[in-house]
C-alpha cells in the first residue's frame, strides 16, 4: 500500500477505543518505557525503537514486536494479531513513506499489560485518510486491507497525517481485554 492509500495524507485522527496515544519510545534499550499505572518498570517494560529502511528492518521489526508480545504474556492469537498489525504499520511506512521507525513500548495499568506501537514517517502524507481505513480502499495495487485490517487487530488505532510531512500511526492491544 502507498502512504495515500494506508492514512498518511490529510490531517485526521482515527481513534478505535479510548486511550488512543502517539508517545513514541526511547532508543533501543535505552531506558524502562512509561508504565500507564504509573508503576514501576521491569525488564519486560523496556521500550525499542527499529527503523523500517529496507525489506531487513521489516522482519527485524517483526522479530522485535513478537518478542515483546512474548514478554509480556500476550496469548498466541493475540502475538499473531499484534504482528500483523506491525508488519502492515510498517511495510506501509517503509513502501509509502520512504522509510520511518516502529517505537514498540510495553504498557501496564491494573493486572494487565500492553504494547504500544508507533510508526512515523516522512512521506507524502494521506490524501484521503477516511478512505484509507475503509476496506477496499487502493491507489496502487493491493487489495486495501492495511491500515483498516491494522485497526481491527488492535484496540486502540490513531492515524495522523499531514500532507506533504508524513504520517505517525499509533495502534494499542491490551491482554486483559
Same mark, same amino acid.
Given at each position: 500500500?502507498?502512504?495515500?492509500?494506508?492514512?498518511?495524507?490529510?490531517?485526521?485522527?482515527?481513534?478505535?477505543?479510548?486511550?488512543?496515544?502517539?508517545?513514541?519510545?526511547?532508543?533501543?534499550?535505552?531506558?524502562?518505557?512509561?508504565?500507564?499505572?504509573?508503576?514501576?518498570?521491569?525488564?519486560?517494560?523496556?521500550?525499542?525503537?527499529?527503523?523500517?529502511?529496507?525489506?531487513?528492518?521489516?522482519?527485524?521489526?517483526?522479530? &522485535?514486536? %513478537?518478542?515483546?508480545?512474548?514478554?509480556?504474556?500476550? /496469548?498466541?492469537?493475540?502475538?499473531?494479531?499484534? #504482528? $500483523? @498489525?506491525?508488519?502492515?504499520?510498517?511495510?506501509n511506512a517503509f513502501v509509502h513513506g520512504g522509510g520511518g521507525m516502529l517505537h514498540i513500548e510495553p504498557l501496564r495499568r491494573g493486572g494487565g499489560a500492553g504494547l504500544r506501537l508507533t510508526v512515523r514517517d516522512?512521506?507524502?502524507?494521506?490524501?484521503?485518510?477516511?478512505?484509507?481505513?475503509?476496506?477496499?480502499?487502493?491507489?496502487?495495487?493491493?487489495?486495501?486491507?492495511?491500515?483498516?485490517? &491494522?485497526? %481491527?487487530?488492535?484496540?486502540?488505532?490513531?492515524?495522523? /497525517?499531514?500532507?506533504?510531512?508524513?504520517?505517525? #500511526? $499509533? @495502534?494499542?492491544?491490551?491482554?486483559?481485554?
Amino acid at each position: 500500500m502507498r502512504s495515500d492509500e494506508t492514512g498518511h495524507g490529510a490531517r485526521g485522527a482515527n481513534r478505535a477505543g479510548p486511550g488512543a496515544a502517539t508517545a513514541g519510545a526511547p532508543a533501543l534499550g535505552a531506558q524502562r518505557g512509561p508504565l500507564a499505572d504509573g508503576g514501576p518498570a521491569g525488564a519486560a517494560d523496556t521500550s525499542a525503537e527499529c527503523p523500517v529502511r529496507t525489506e531487513e528492518d521489516l522482519l527485524t521489526a517483526r522479530h &522485535a514486536v %513478537r518478542a515483546a508480545t512474548q514478554r509480556l504474556g500476550f /496469548s498466541l492469537v493475540d502475538q499473531t494479531r499484534v #504482528v $500483523t @498489525a506491525a508488519s502492515e504499520l510498517a511495510r506501509n511506512a517503509f513502501v509509502h513513506g520512504g522509510g520511518g521507525m516502529l517505537h514498540i513500548e510495553p504498557l501496564r495499568r491494573g493486572g494487565g499489560a500492553g504494547l504500544r506501537l508507533t510508526v512515523r514517517d516522512d512521506g507524502p502524507g494521506i490524501a484521503d485518510l477516511e478512505g484509507a481505513l475503509t476496506d477496499g480502499f487502493t491507489t496502487g495495487g493491493g487489495l486495501g486491507h492495511g491500515l483498516g485490517g &491494522a485497526r %481491527r487487530l488492535m484496540h486502540e488505532f490513531d492515524v495522523r /497525517s499531514t500532507p506533504g510531512e508524513g504520517t505517525t #500511526v $499509533t @495502534a494499542v492491544r491490551w491482554t486483559d481485554r
